[in-house]
């Protein structure tokens, strides 16, 4: 059992019914801002698939295996001045404290899910405080999960 952290980028494994399938057979707990609809429309991939993405959404909701989450838990110290240092968006703060809050309150191993390099260079600090970052291929790999076109990221500004 996990807690799975996702990115508004990651949230593309969402398409991959299989990715779906595997997360609610392996008992984890999907974890996302409630912020992903202001964002799934810079998302190509996303604003294509989603009717697949509400499916998805819907699907594991009904098995309580998807949370849509805000937190304002204070980062660790040298998470936020390490992320502030490395420019991170207001949305890469948010996610880190998803992540973090997550660390912290359940037992379960949490993985922050993201392609993004402000969070992804953080990995050693992430990993002192219970969280462990993944790049998109690397959870797909962890689930022994293959979905076309998802296991390369095409990554989106932030706006």
């Known amino acids: 059992m996990a807690d799975i952290v996702l990115d508004a980028n990651a949230l593309r494994l969402l ?3 299989k990715y779906v399938e595997k997360v609610k057979e ?15 429309k810079g998302i190509r991939d996303l604003h294509i698939g989603f009717q697949t993405l509400l ?17 304002t838990i204070n980062l ?5 001045r390490e992320l502030k240092r490395k420019g991170a968006s ?11 809050s997550r660390s912290r ?3 379960h191993k949490v993985f922050l899910v993201s392609d993004d390099h402000h969070i992804t260079q953080l990995y050693i600090i992430f990993q002192q405080h219970g969280v462990v970052i ?21 990554r989106i500004p932030h706006t």
């Open 76 to 80: 660790p110290p040298n998470i936020d």
């Open 105 to 107: 309150k359940s037992g």
């Open 55 to 71: 499916f998805s959404i819907k699907n594991l909701r009904k098995k309580n295996k998807l949370h849509e989450v805000s937190t």
């Open 90 to 100: 207001e949305d890469d703060f948010e996610i880190s404290q998803i992540a973090y």
């Open 134 to 154: 993944e790049k998109m291929s690397d959870e797909l790999k962890r689930l022994g999960v293959k979905c076309l076109g998802l296991s390369h990221s095409r």
């Open 26 to 40: 392996r008992c984890c707990h999907i974890y996302i801002s409630k912020k992903w609809k202001k964002v799934y």
């Open 15 to 17: 398409l991959c019914m």
